[in-house]
Structures are given as structure tokens and as C-alpha cells.
């Protein structure tokens, strides 16, 4: 089955900076691959999510990347805010049945 | 829109004791989910059901059982609790399979002594 994994667990950045988050997955029929942010308390919530017929996503400071070929994908957040700090969830799955698998997720700290 | 609603938000439960975790939703999904999060093991799923009446095993299925009576309800039971289910339990449905978004309920935090 698919095996997701995400870089780094952890990560700090200065506000303003920008943050990016990598994933790669193994099953290479999966095309579909969403990005989830958990808010402290609360549950997981859709950011961003791209298909495999595109390269690139982008909606306003956060962008992801998909290259099938390496089969990794990645999360670009820019001008980071204090109120990007949660934590990150990437996710793949394939057309059917299937599940969305996820990665083990990834703590963004913004420090203002 | 309440969207996913879970029952009860929070528990303490001994050794042995069982209980059901109540999830539902209100957007006629199709599909709805069980996961539990435990740190640094990220989001692993328990069971899913692809429909009324269906249910599935997924990543980590032992010691749970579920049933979906009902289109909007998804019901995940715990027969005989251990200290290894203390952990942040999610629901969440989606309109079709896993390749739309999943919407997440707010969590119900379980801890068995």
C-alpha cells in the first residue's frame, strides 16, 4: 500500500521567512495530494491540494509542488505570521476506494 | 452548518471498560472515517465505511469496532479498553473516496488508565 513521508517534524522560522515542507510517497498510482493544517485543539483542515495533471498550485502565500516523476511533493508557505505555527499534515491517495494515507506531519513554529 | 460533530470531546476510562464514540455529519457524505493521532505517528487510520451499511478495515483496526446504521452517523466502538488506545481520536467524512477533501470533526480526547 502507499507509504507517505514527511521532512522535517519539526521546523522554525523567522516571521517573514519562508517555510517548506516535503513529502514523498511511494505508490505511483496515487494523484491526488492534499495539505492539512491542525490548529492546536482543533482538527485537521484542508489548505491546499494538487492533482497529478498539474505542477503547481498556488493560492495566495502558500504554494505546493508535485514532481511524479521523483514522486515527492512539497509545501511553500512565504511571508510566514505568527499564525502559520500549527501543525502540517501532507496526504496522497488514488482514484477508487482508497483512503487518503498521511504523512506523520510536520510542526511549524513562526517566531515573531 | 455543524459539518462533523463528535461525541463526547473527552473521556477517562479504566482497563477493561468499553465505550462508543459517536461521529456525525450533516453533508450527506458518503464516506466517513475513523483516525487516531498519537505523537510523532501522525494521522493512522482505524476504519472507514465507503457507505450506509459498509464498513472497512484500515491501518490499525485491532481492539476497535465499528458500524454505520445510518448514513450520517459513524459509530466506533471500544469493547475492551487498553492503555495503548489513550490517544486523539478524529472522524471525518468526505463526498466521495479519498481523493476530495476530508473534513474533520474536532477530536475526542480518550485516556484509558
Known amino acids: 500500500g502507499e507509504n507517505v513521508e514527511q521532512h522535517p517534524s519539526t521546523l522554525s522560522v523567522q516571521e517573514g521567512d519562508s517555510a517548506v515542507i516535503k513529502c514523498t510517497y511511494s505508490?505511483?498510482?496515487?494523484?491526488?495530494f492534499p495539505w492539512y493544517k491542525q490548529e492546536l485543539g482543533k482538527g485537521p483542515q484542508l489548505i491546499i491540494d494538487?492533482?497529478?495533471?498539474?505542477g503547481e498550485k498556488k493560492d495566495q502565500r502558500i504554494a505546493v509542488t508535485l514532481n511524479k516523476t521523483a514522486k515527492h511533493f512539497s509545501l511553500h508557505i512565504t511571508e510566514t505570521q505568527p499564525e502559520d505555527s500549527a501543525v502540517y499534515f501532507c496526504?496522497?491517495?488514488?482514484?477508487?476506494?482508497?483512503?487518503?494515507?498521511f504523512g506523520k506531519g510536520t510542526r511549524l513554529s513562526v517566531i515573531a | 452548518n455543524a459539518g462533523v460533530t463528535q461525541t463526547p470531546k473527552f473521556r477517562v476510562l479504566k482497563t477493561g471498560q468499553s465505550m462508543t464514540l459517536l461521529c456525525a455529519q450533516d453533508?450527506?457524505?458518503?464516506?466517513m472515517y475513523w483516525y487516531r493521532q498519537d505523537p510523532g505517528m501522525g494521522l493512522r487510520l482505524i476504519h472507514y465505511?465507503?457507505?450506509?451499511?459498509?464498513?472497512a478495515k484500515g491501518e490499525v483496526p485491532d481492539g476497535y469496532n465499528v458500524s454505520r446504521l445510518k448514513k450520517q452517523n459513524f459509530l466506533l466502538g471500544l469493547e475492551s479498553a487498553a492503555p495503548s488506545q489513550t490517544s486523539v481520536y478524529f472522524c471525518?467524512?468526505?463526498?466521495?473516496?479519498?481523493?476530495?477533501?476530508?473534513?474533520f470533526g474536532q477530536g475526542t480526547r480518550l485516556t484509558v488508565v
Open positions: 471525518a467524512s468526505s463526498v466521495t473516496g479519498g481523493n476530495t477533501e476530508a473534513f
Open positions: 505508490d505511483s498510482a496515487s494523484n491526488y
Open positions: 494538487i492533482r497529478s495533471n498539474v
Open positions: 496526504a496522497a491517495s488514488k482514484t477508487g476506494n482508497t483512503p487518503l494515507v
Open positions: 453533508m450527506n457524505h458518503e464516506y
Open positions: 465505511s465507503v457507505g450506509e451499511g459498509t464498513t
